[in-house]
């Protein structure tokens, strides 16, 4: 039987689906409850109980002892309502309410995915997650002092391992370490989350919503849609998306079948790639060209869109200069992420 929550201070109403911890069912209705490793052991997202009973789960005792729980308080990330609840707790309303971490970090899998670009999936130390908005990057650390920024692919709800879409370019020096020194096991130590690409709320919510992808720029637009279509499931208002993959040739374009199944799973969504360089081999009957380009013959106005553009600099000014002056989309309607060469990200 589902149980409905009220959070207090904000009012907000959750329904917490059998089996679900609070913390569980705040995440999928979008709720941003502060968490740190989400099995009871560090003590960031214990909360009041205002009325109702929990089952208090499996969690650490020295991180919720027993005068704390004749207080009222209960760790979120274990605890399960018995009744109907009203909680206490602190929402995060922004990033600045994200911790910012430093973290080891060990590499889980190295999968080449296209012939310049691996996805690494890095396992956290036990005991931690990584609280993030979708959308936002991790920088790693190198021993020089340097820092090497990447997207995080994975969507937060989906936190046990982070995935990173490396691409190799010429005199990269970490990405060329990526593709020919890294090892699984290897221990990496990165500061996240970071940036401030990430979905924003309209005031009419119906606002539909272009994503613009050029290569690697895919993986914080991935953790977005995917941190959406979770959110968005059982729900009957869902907001109208696209999104404009640009690549070189069809290899690039490393996760297609995955773009192709979130259309065939969402009425909502629709997925565009775009080829600027398509091969002979490629035998491309699709869209060819520059990636904004085919937004632009797409769509005679922008008035009333938002745009979420990550990949390279030109790629984006050209995307933002094009948008605003030819489409009349609104300076504050367009976000982006961009990718440089020399730090992968800015
Ligand atoms: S998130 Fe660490 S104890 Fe709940």
Redesign the pocket.
């Known amino acids: 039987m589902s149980r409905r929550i009220i959070i207090k201070p904000s009012e907000h109403v959750l329904h917490v689906a059998p089996g679900e911890t609070i913390?569980q069912s705040a995440l999928r209705e979008g709720f941003s409850l502060?968490?740190?490793?989400?099995?009871?052991?560090?003590?960031?997202?214990?909360g009041r109980i205002l009325s109702g009973s929990v089952d208090y789960g499996n969690?650490?005792e020295e991180?919720?002892t027993e005068d704390e729980k004749q207080a009222g308080l209960a760790?979120?990330?274990?605890a399960s309502p018995q009744t109907d609840l009203v909680i206490e707790c602190h929402e995060i309303g922004a990033i600045k309410d994200i911790e910012i971490k430093t973290l080891p970090t060990r590499v889980e899998k190295l999968e080449r995915v296209a012939p310049d670009v691996m996805i690494v999936s890095l396992k956290l130390p036990a005991?931690q997650?990584l609280q993030f908005l979708a959308g936002q990057y991790i920088d790693i650390l190198l021993k020089d002092g340097k820092r090497r920024s990447f997207s995080l692919a994975n969507a937060p709800h989906d936190d046990d391992v982070l995935q990173l879409h490396a691409r190799n370019y010429p005199g990269g020096v970490f990405a060329e370490h990526v593709f020919t020194k890294m090892k699984i096991k290897d221990i990496l130590r990165f500061e996240g989350p970071l940036g401030s690409f990430f979905l924003r709320d309209t005031v009419d919510d119906d606002v539909p919503i272009i994503f613009i992808a050029g290569g690697t720029g895919f993986a914080p637009i991935k953790s977005i849609l995917e941190h959406v279509f979770y959110q968005e499931a059982g729900k009957d208002h869902k907001r109208t998306m696209r999104l404009y993959w640009g690549v070189r040739t069809k290899a690039d374009l490393y996760m297609a079948e995955l773009a192709e199944q979130w259309q065939q799973q969402h009425d909502n969504f629709t997925f565009i790639p775009v080829l600027s360089d398509a091969l002979p081999e490629d035998n491309w009957q699709g869209r060819t060209g520059f990636v904004h380009q085919a937004v632009m013959e797409d769509f005679p106005t922008l008035e009333r869109h938002q745009v979420y553009a990550c990949g390279s600099p030109v790629m984006v000014k050209a995307a933002y200069q094009d948008f605003t002056a030819l489409r009349k989309l609104p300076r504050d309607g367009f976000f982006s992420d961009v990718f440089t060469p020399s730090t992968s990200q800015s």
């Not at 760790?75 to 274990?78: D, G, P, S, T, V």
């Open positions: 913390l502060p968490y740190g490793c989400r099995n009871g052991s560090c003590g960031i997202c214990k969690y650490d991180t919720l760790l979120f990330c274990c005991n997650r």
